[in-house]
């Protein structure tokens, strides 16, 4: 079934419903301090495995240190963003189309899901500006090779939930991991007030 770019809710935890443009948000037992609340956002599902990003660990280095070019583009949150803890030493661009834009047929840039696009870093920006609502660049990415996430879901490591293109761009002072919640049916919308520590309650 097609769902709307702007859709919303709890896709059943299987592999089959990881799509581009799903959010894998880590499960309440999650603990490891890399991914405990951590949402991250599916950019491909194949036979290959999966790759997505981190969409709520933001750094404090400045895009203007290591890509210069793309600080204008970032704005306004101009850092760069962890990604995951694979290739540490590259780079990746996700932006948001602006509504009605169609970006068919140009260079460095390939649709991902709705509105949400990648976007080659080593391309010139800006040709994208009048293009995008914003962008953000991760730094590193989250991979599983192919039948590994199948066991995550299946211990419940993850949920897995529509996205919106406004998560790609959350504030980063937003709680993403409980925003995200919050806007499901119960049960999943109680989870968003689970204590990061769980040793307090």
Same mark, same amino acid.
């Given at each position: 079934?097609?769902?709307?770019?702007?859709?919303?809710g709890f896709r059943p935890s299987s592999i089959q419903s990881v799509l581009p443009g799903s959010l894998l948000l880590a499960g309440?037992?999650?603990?490891?301090?890399?991914?405990?609340?951590?949402?991250?956002? @599916?950019? %491909?599902?194949? /036979?290959?495995?999966? *790759?997505?990003?981190?969409?709520?660990?933001?750094?404090?280095?400045?895009? &203007? @240190?290591? *890509?210069?070019?793309? &600080?204008?583009?970032?704005?306004?949150?101009?850092?760069?963003?962890?990604?995951?803890? @694979?290739?540490? %030493?590259?780079?990746?661009?996700?932006?948001?189309?602006?509504?009605? $834009?169609?970006?068919?047929?140009?260079?460095? $840039?390939?649709?991902?899901?709705?509105? $949400?696009?990648?976007?080659?870093?080593?391309?010139?920006?800006?040709?994208?500006?009048?293009?995008? %609502?914003?962008?953000?660049?991760?730094?590193?990415?989250?991979?599983?090779?192919?039948?590994?996430?199948?066991?995550?879901?299946?211990? /419940? /490591?993850?949920m897995v939930f529509t996205s919106r293109p406004g998560d790609v761009l959350a504030d980063p002072g937003t709680d993403l991991w409980?925003? @995200?919640?919050?806007?499901?049916?119960?049960?999943? &919308?109680?989870? &968003?007030?689970?204590?990061? /520590?769980?040793?307090?309650?």
């Open positions: 079934m097609h769902m709307p770019e702007d859709s919303e309440t037992s999650m603990l490891e301090p890399i991914f405990r609340r951590t949402v991250i956002y @599916v950019i %491909e599902n194949n /036979d290959g495995g999966t *790759l997505g990003v981190v969409i709520n660990r933001p750094t404090e280095t400045p895009i &203007a @240190v290591g *890509l210069p070019q793309w &600080a204008d583009l970032c704005k306004p949150s101009d850092v760069f963003y962890l990604g995951g803890p @694979v290739k540490l %030493e590259g780079a990746l661009c996700l932006g948001v189309l602006k509504p009605g $834009v169609s970006i068919e047929g140009a260079d460095g $840039v390939s649709r991902v899901s709705g509105r $949400v696009v990648m976007i080659d870093v080593d391309a010139d920006p800006a040709p994208f500006a009048a293009a995008l %609502e914003s962008a953000r660049i991760f730094v590193g990415y989250a991979g599983w090779t192919f039948g590994q996430l199948d066991g995550e879901l299946a211990r /419940d /490591d993850w409980g925003a @995200v919640l919050r806007r499901q049916p119960m049960p999943w &919308a109680m989870l &968003a007030t689970h204590p990061i /520590d769980v040793d307090r309650n």
